[in-house]
């Protein structure tokens, strides 16, 4: 019982001490959304040159888009016309970070981690793009046509607080729960001063680090708590930044579906940059930047008593209010799949030649229901889609469709299709 009560209220202070810089994050995440329009990062991703790379990068590390939500988009952008260079930069520097996680690293782990973090992103993101647009000058590429098929948002006020708070959350909900509730239970579980203790080589913790983060899926945002709590356990600044590049831009599924889509050169280079780049920055975290310095900066104390200042009314009422935009999240997404279901089935009812439903597999946000949905539309005869990325299927209406070309969309999107149902 004891132990069940110490957890709780590590849980707590975890939330606590996030809940206000993430509500910072989703706001300015919705200003990004209206300031910085699909069309204007397609342009600036065109270009087979070093502007092109780093434009993709310096727009990847702010934006809010983890591994997932990042895929889609920047498969999309190859498809229609930006260089492999840039897709690639973009593909690396945005899941890593965004501005929501910026703050977040900013309210666990200090100042010291919040610079560093976001710097690592953009020169990982611009090297692997350098070594892309290298790869296509040796095979001889010439410069694509940029088009963007994507219908642009709402930019407006409206569209700015729907997005932050509730599509966004929408999205990385999941992850941050799972996120604190790992932080909490390996703050109560492990001894203090075990890597220390337990793994005497600082650079060996980054191989196991890197090893138990390239293949998993862990958001940006999640993984900020899990990695404040093995600094404080004796886990090297080095190892925990590994831990904070890899595990948010790297995963099985997103190596397997940028093969697929790009090819194998362009995963390798997308894998070297973010591996490569994961040891060389924590080694040089390890070797340059003084131990005390990152953890004096860390603003609370994990393991320590309940302190006053974490406790004052702004972080209750900033938990309070993410506890309660969570909520309406899941609220929302049941209300909408119910509408869904009713809405295929009163279409199926009405126009059962013209409804089609297809399984896709690999849907796993709203950006991949945008992306899919949009991508689908392009298709002349298709009147309307409607993509479940829950129970990974796509309707689509349309008086005669070839599976064929529902297929070639889906798959050329980074998905996988299996298949009429």
């Known amino acids: 019982m004891e132990l069940v009560k110490e957890y709780g209220i590590e849980l707590v202070r975890l939330v606590n001490e996030m809940s ?3 509500l910072l994050g989703f706001l300015f995440a919705g200003v990004l959304r209206v300031l910085f329009p699909k069309k ?15 434009n993709a990068s310096l727009l990847g590390v702010p934006m809010p888009l983890c591994s997932c939500g990042v895929l889609p988009t920047g498969i999309g952008f190859f498809k229609n016309g930006a260089s492999r260079g840039s897709t690639i930069s973009f593909l690396i520097s945005t899941p890593q970070t965004g501005v929501d996680s910026i703050l977040a690293t900013y309210s666990l782990l200090g100042l ?8 690592v992103a953009l020169v990982t993101g611009v090297f692997g793009g350098a070594m892309g647009n290298l790869a296509d000058k040796k095979e001889g590429n010439t410069k694509p046509e940029v088009k963007s098929g994507e219908e642009e948002h709402d930019r407006s006020f409206r569209e700015l607080f729907r997005y932050g708070f509730v599509e966004l959350l929408q999205d990385i909900s999941k992850w941050l729960i799972i996120g604190m509730l790992v932080a909490a239970f390996l703050s109560v579980l492990i001894p203090e001063d075990f890597f220390t203790k337990s793994i005497s080589s600082e650079y060996l913790a980054m191989v196991l680090m890197l090893a138990a983060s390239v293949p998993l899926y862990i958001c940006a945002t999640g993984s900020i708590p899990i990695a404040a709590v093995l600094l404080m356990k004796g886990l090297s600044p080095g190892a925990a930044l590994v831990l ?28 070297t940059s973010i591996i490569g780049g994961a040891l060389f920055f924590g080694i040089l975290v ?8 990152i953890l004096e900066s860390i603003p609370v104390d994990i393991h320590g008593a309940l302190h006053e200042h974490t406790t004052g009314w ?11 935009l969570i909520i309406n999240g899941y609220v929302m997404k049941a209300i909408t799949r119910r509408r869904n279901q009713v809405r295929n089935k009163t279409k199926s009812e009405h126009m059962k030649l013209n409804i089609h439903t297809f399984k896709v597999e690999g849907m796993t ?9 949009n991508g689908l539309k392009q298709h002349p005869t298709i009147t309307e889609v409607l993509a479940d990325p829950d129970q990974n299927l796509v309707t689509v209406e349309a008086e005669t469709i070839a599976d064929v070309n529902i297929q070639k969309t889906v798959e050329n999107l980074g998905y996988s299709f299996k298949g009429r149902i």
Request: hydrophobic share 50%; proline share 6%; with cysteine.
């Open 20 to 22: 206000p810089y993430l």
């Open 40 to 54: 204007v990062i397609t342009r600036y991703m065109g270009q087979r040159n070093f502007r092109s790379v780093l």
């Open 112 to 119: 010291p981690m919040a610079i560093i973090r976001p710097v």
């Open 244 to 271: 904070l590049m890899a595990g948010p831009a790297t995963n099985i599924a997103t190596m397997a579906v940028i093969g697929n889509a790009m090819g194998k050169r362009s995963l390798w280079i997308y894998l």
């Open 286 to 293: 390890n070797e340059l930047v003084p131990r005390d310095w």
């Open 314 to 324: 702004l972080q209750w009422i900033s938990s309070a209010a993410l506890v309660l």
């Open 365 to 373: 946000c709203s950006h991949c229901k945008t992306s899919v949905e």
